[in-house]
């Protein structure tokens, strides 16, 4: 009786596929995790998350505690072989699944997301970090968590709050103007990331992209990197490298590294639609493995 209850107990828990947590958040989608000591630590928002490790096997800790953060942050209940097994018709993304086994796309905190892409335009992985660093710095609550000095992101109202001279002495530069018109957005309730959680992908790109400083490439990342659109398709630098390079002929128009709106609307629909429900893996993969190639660190 007992056999027979843990039999049906292992088969109806959540199978938890192939994981790399380490990868995952050094694959250029979260910019506010650091290595200490053998741990690992990131901010999520009000969170302070920690991956150490026993055994070999990693082990997850957060202050304020939070239960089971690591199931919901790296999308543990996600099919890694289902989604893999439906991009399979690709070749290159298939082989990129063995090559990088366990990479996962993240659900972060929403404000978190967009502040980091919008502090992303035009610049590289070491200048965001020192940009959010500084904000959490001067608009964060300060927490102290296994003995080290942590700083909480700051919440869009405190942000709103803030003056643009403070803003920029965070070194935003002309980002400031985005990052303020955002937490306007935001504190106001005219931007709800929560509801566009539940709306469409395009329904929800469509509000982003009316926020002052958001255009399409950072409205797909705040989609698929925290608002759930796995069919979001982030087109930067890089991916318009690697579409130029394996995919030129999916796509009608010449993909340069330097897309018009127009061009990225064509591009992205037309990946989108070649990939399906589950294109923000492909974009992942592909981005991760581009950016290997080129031996960029994160």
């Keep these: 009786m007992l056999e027979a209850w843990l039999r049906e107990l292992q088969a109806n828990r959540p199978r938890v596929q192939s994981f790399d947590a380490i990868t995952s958040i050094n694959s250029g989608?979260?910019?506010?995790?650091?290595?200490?000591?053998?741990?690992?630590?990131?901010?999520?928002?009000?969170?302070?998350?920690?991956?150490?490790?026993?055994?070999?096997?990693?082990?997850?800790?957060?202050?304020?505690?939070?239960q089971s953060w690591e199931r919901d942050f790296f999308r543990l209940d996600d099919g890694l072989d289902d989604i893999q097994s439906g991009l399979s018709k690709d070749s290159l993304v298939a082989s990129l699944f063995g090559k990088y086994r366990g990479l996962r796309l993240l659900r972060q905190n929403p404000e978190q997301c967009l502040f980091s892409f919008v502090c992303a335009s035009n610049t590289n992985i070491p200048m965001i970090r020192r940009m959010l660093s500084n904000m959490s710095r001067k608009f964060g609550k300060k927490l102290a968590f296994d003995g080290q000095e942590?700083?909480?992101?700051?919440?869009?109202?405190?942000?709103?709050?803030?003056?643009?001279?403070?803003?920029?002495?965070?070194?935003?530069?002309?980002?400031?103007?985005?990052?303020?018109?955002?937490?306007?957005?935001?504190?106001?309730?005219?931007?709800?990331?929560?509801?566009?959680?539940?709306?469409?992908?395009d329904e929800a790109k469509e509000q982003l992209l009316q926020v002052y400083g958001i255009g399409n490439k950072i409205a797909d990342c705040i989609l698929l990197f925290s608002l759930d659109k796995l069919d979001a398709f982030p087109i930067d630098?890089?991916?318009?490298?690697?579409?130029?390079?394996?995919?030129?002929?999916?796509?009608?128009?010449?993909?340069?590294?330097?897309?018009?709106?127009?061009?990225?609307?064509?591009?992205?629909?037309?990946?989108?639609?070649?990939?399906?429900k589950h294109a923000g893996y492909a974009q992942q993969y592909l981005f991760y493995d581009i950016r290997q190639d080129a031996g960029r660190g994160w």
């Design 29 to 66: 989608q979260a910019f506010l995790w650091q290595k200490l000591g053998d741990a690992w630590y990131g901010v999520d928002g009000q969170n302070i998350l920690k991956i150490s490790f026993r055994g070999g096997e990693a082990q997850f800790s957060s202050y304020p505690e939070r």
């Design 150 to 201: 942590f700083f909480t992101f700051p919440q869009a109202s405190a942000i709103n709050s803030a003056s643009s001279s403070e803003l920029r002495a965070c070194a935003l530069g002309y980002r400031t103007k985005a990052i303020k018109a955002a937490a306007q957005k935001i504190t106001s309730g005219s931007l709800d990331l929560a509801q566009l959680s539940l709306a469409s992908y």
């Design 237 to 276: 630098v890089w991916i318009a490298r690697a579409l130029a390079k394996h995919y030129s002929s999916l796509n009608e128009c010449k993909i340069g590294e330097k897309l018009t709106p127009h061009q990225y609307e064509l591009v992205s629909e037309k990946m989108r639609g070649y990939f399906g």
